[in-house]
């Protein structure tokens, strides 16, 4: 009995393991790595920081911040965790690269709605216009706090607020 148990943990711990990083492309190696500076993460030298959003409450025990940077015409978007309030250090979690983003798209972050409904955990490939509220979606993606990972969702009902421009 204590070998299946044994095994059978084994397996769903591996299983959790296989989720993450599951978009991070080439850079799955970055899951676990630590920073204190966003814009100074070792191993992203070349890299653009483009933007970092606060996406938990300030007062959350948990701070999880998304961070975006560009090089050409891929994006990284990372996922990070400091699970002590007290501590400089993030801890990337999950990433996501997004390769070929062409001109007239964007990547937008914690200002997407699913429904009319905000959710800060989205994050989507979207077509930029001068209307306040995108709604030409071609990818989506969600982090799934709960779960630690980054899951690809449907576009149908998703679109994000054009920050910037007056929004209704």
Do not use: H
Request: aromatic share 10%; glycine share 6%.
């Amino acid at each position: 009995m204590r070998k299946i148990l044994s095994v059978l943990f084994l397996f769903v711990a591996s299983v959790a393991g296989f989720a993450q990083g599951k978009y991070a492309g080439n850079y799955k190696n970055f899951i676990g790595k630590s920073y204190s500076d966003s814009k100074n993460i070792q191993g992203l030298s070349g890299w653009k920081y483009l933007e970092g959003t606060l996406l938990t409450e300030t007062r959350d025990e948990e701070v999880i911040t998304v961070n975006v940077f560009r090089k050409g015409t891929t994006r990284l978007i990372l996922f990070s965790l400091k699970e002590d309030t007290a501590s400089q250090e993030f801890v990337i979690n999950d990433l996501l690269q997004v390769t070929s983003v062409q001109t007239g798209w964007t990547i937008k972050t914690a200002v997407c709605r699913d429904n009319k409904i905000n959710n800060v955990w989205l994050v989507a490939l979207a077509k930029e216009t001068s209307s306040p509220v995108l709604k030409t979606i071609k990818k989506v993606w969600r982090f799934n706090p709960d779960k630690r990972r980054i899951e690809a969702i449907g576009i149908q009902q998703i679109d994000c607020l054009n920050e910037g421009e007056e929004q209704y």
